[in-house]
């Protein structure tokens, strides 16, 4: 499956109106109340992400975005492809660096190297807290469900 290129339309969707800051090409959202004096208090560590949205834009990783229906806000769990028709897919097969998890119907998302993604499944695997269920297109695909609450702890 061919994967879709991410345009300037997306990231204008995703972090709204945007301008490039400096040379380099940093986009930098508008924002109506920006004030040079307390946006240098916070520089470095803005600097930092900065570098992470860089080098996933244009380093040489590629990106995994999935898009979670809204059954998140009842569920409380994003659900994360492993096996699609009893075969490895998603999570176990990308070679994507970064996995990107918006939530649908306003929800935001989530940001992962996806190594880190694939170490959230395996720890609750082997701490017996995985669930797994069957979802997806003629529910073909086994999906591991990881609750919102426990992604960053």
């Given at each position: 499956m061919q994967k879709k290129p991410i345009t300037i339309a997306d990231i204008v969707r995703i972090f709204g109106e945007c301008e490039i800051q400096d040379e380099r090409g940093i986009w930098m959202p508008v924002i109506v109340d920006y004030k040079k004096d307390k946006f240098d208090i916070d520089l470095d560590f803005g600097k930092v992400g900065e570098k992470v949205v860089e080098e996933m834009f244009e380093?040489?990783?590629?990106?995994?975005?999935?898009?979670?229906?809204?059954?998140?806000?009842?569920?409380?769990?994003?659900?994360?492809?492993?096996?699609?028709?009893?075969?490895?897919?998603?999570?176990?097969?990308?070679?994507?660096?970064?996995?990107?998890?918006?939530?649908?119907?306003?929800g935001g998302g989530f940001i992962f190297p996806v190594k880190d993604l694939r170490n959230k499944i395996k720890k609750r695997q082997e701490d017996g807290k995985l669930r797994l269920v069957m979802g997806g297109d003629d529910n073909a695909a086994q999906l591991a469900l990881l609750p919102i609450e426990e992604l960053f702890t």
């Amino acid at each position: 499956m061919q994967k879709k290129p991410i345009t300037i339309a997306d990231i204008v969707r995703i972090f709204g109106e945007c301008e490039i800051q400096d040379e380099r090409g940093i986009w930098m959202p508008v924002i109506v109340d920006y004030k040079k004096d307390k946006f240098d208090i916070d520089l470095d560590f803005g600097k930092v992400g900065e570098k992470v949205v860089e080098e996933m834009f244009e380093g040489d990783g590629t990106i995994e975005v999935k898009t979670e229906r809204e059954i998140w806000k009842t569920s409380k769990n994003i659900a994360i492809e492993i096996r699609c028709r009893g075969k490895l897919s998603g999570i176990s097969t990308t070679t994507a660096k970064t996995w990107i998890h918006m939530l649908d119907g306003g929800g935001g998302g989530f940001i992962f190297p996806v190594k880190d993604l694939r170490n959230k499944i395996k720890k609750r695997q082997e701490d017996g807290k995985l669930r797994l269920v069957m979802g997806g297109d003629d529910n073909a695909a086994q999906l591991a469900l990881l609750p919102i609450e426990e992604l960053f702890t």
